[in-house]
């Protein structure tokens, strides 16, 4: 799921790696800083590729926070936790999906220290915050489905390394495809979203 808007992008270059074993840690490190800013009955997950093992991804952990709702959220603690200032954006819509605004906004953080990490908050119960559960879980569940998800974020790097709308305009609806299976997996399974990592 595009978890990027124009508006936060940088012009970086694109840079897919191996899996590292020390992405989980990294998280756990990270989660434990953010739980102090985190309203009561808020959640954390892992999220991203980072979250499912042996998957190629950008340095980056990606963390998302669930929230009865947006409102509940303190800026204030969220920067004393080391992340940036907060922007409300909107997340990616799959293509034949008409999606009313709240069921893709969200709250968008950067952390720099000690590790690289985007902060997703988005409210319990949205569109948005099963999505990016669901894939997670989905992707882990399957590895060659992962696996081959990942052979395609390694060529959008190398065809794209410094152009993310590129990246992002082809790696979202492929993302969408992916979702197909997930959601008849969910129903086969009757997955749940999952409690806090």
Known sequence: MKNHSNEIRQTMSIKILPANPNWPAQFSIIKALLERALPEGGLIHHIGSTAVPNLVAKNVIDIQISLASLKDLETEAMVAAGCSLGRPICDHCPPGMSLP?????????????????????????????????????????????????????????????????????????????????????????????????
């Open 101 to 197: 605004q709240d069921e893709l906004a969200k709250q968008f953080f950067r952390c720099n220290e000690p590790f690289v990490a985007n902060i997703h908050v988005r409210e319990k119960g949205r569109f948005n915050q099963r999505y990016p559960l669901l894939c997670r879980d989905y992707l882990r569940a399957h590895p060659l489905a992962a696996k081959a998800y990942g052979a395609i974020k390694q060529q959008l790097a190398l065809h794209f390394p410094t152009d993310e709308d590129a990246y992002y305009d082809i790696k979202d609806p492929v993302f969408d495809l992916l979702m197909v299976g997930a959601e008849d997996w969910a129903l086969s399974t009757a997955w749940v979203q999952p409690p806090s990592d």
